[in-house]
């Protein structure tokens, strides 16, 4: 079906093995995807989007907008995407608490501050819980610059509360916080000589919170995989 450039569809949880990816593996000409979940679920659609969709794809900056969790994953791997903007986190529906995973997209270079709030719990704000960064051409400069400062937030308002207040329990903090700690620690920056990002970061760059949340236009095309995962709660 080269043809077909837009779909609308519903999410068919009764439909047994339904998978997307699998329903428009023979969508190469797909452009615009929209999936309506009307209803609460307690599905993520982790399985229903687990695939590979088709190659040219671009996806709306009101992607996220209809969000009607506290929690938001956004996971994107294994594409030709060169920016993530900021302005696709700006208007992020109930999310407060976002986690960021953009691993293994060989030619991402930049990806902007997603956080909208200076800290967690602040209302109609979003505060950026986890980070995921390796396998990326990284262009290290003020436009990744806030990570530094992100990371002492994060130490700081998560990862040294005792009990943690973001976390089931300490185990879970000090694990996830020492994981992101070891992510950054293999991200690489391409135009650096390939130093890890968290080395550059410290010693090369020298940029506040919100030098990257200037607006821009966001598009984003050629991608293989693409995950928006929620917890409603």
């Not at 999936?35 to 190659?55: F, Q, R, S, W, Y």
């Not at 920016?83 to 992020?92: G, L, P, T, Y």
């Not at 400069?141 to 207040?165: A, F, N, T």
């Amino acid at each position: 079906m080269y043809s077909l450039r837009t779909l609308k569809m519903d999410f068919y949880r009764n439909v047994k093995n339904f998978n997307i990816p699998t329903i428009l593996q023979f969508s190469a000409g797909l452009k615009n995807l929209e999936i309506h979940v009307e209803d609460p679920t307690d599905a993520n659609l982790e399985k229903e989007m687990a695939g590979e969709l088709p190659l040219s794809w671009k996806i709306s900056l009101s992607v996220v907008k209809g969000v009607r969790s506290p929690v938001l994953h956004f996971c994107v791997r294994n594409t030709s995407i060169l920016k993530i903007s900021s302005n696709i986190f700006q208007n992020a529906g109930w999310a407060k608490n976002l986690t960021v995973d953009v691993r293994d997209n060989g030619a991402l270079q930049t990806l902007n501050n997603p956080s909208t709030g200076s800290r967690p719990d602040l209302y109609r704000k979003t505060f950026l819980m986890d980070l995921k960064l390796t396998g990326n051409r990284w262009s290290c400069d003020c436009d990744l610059g806030w990570v530094e400062v992100w990371m002492r937030k994060r130490r700081q308002y998560i990862c040294e509360h005792s009990p943690p207040i973001y976390e089931s329990s300490p185990h879970d903090s000090e694990y996830r916080c020492r994981q992101t700690d070891d992510d950054l620690r293999t991200a690489l920056c391409s135009n650096k000589n390939n130093n890890t990002v968290i080395d550059t970061l410290k010693s090369d760059i020298e940029c506040g919170w919100s030098s990257s949340n200037s607006l821009h236009g966001f598009a984003i095309s050629t991608t293989l995989v693409f995950g928006i995962l929620m917890r409603f709660v």
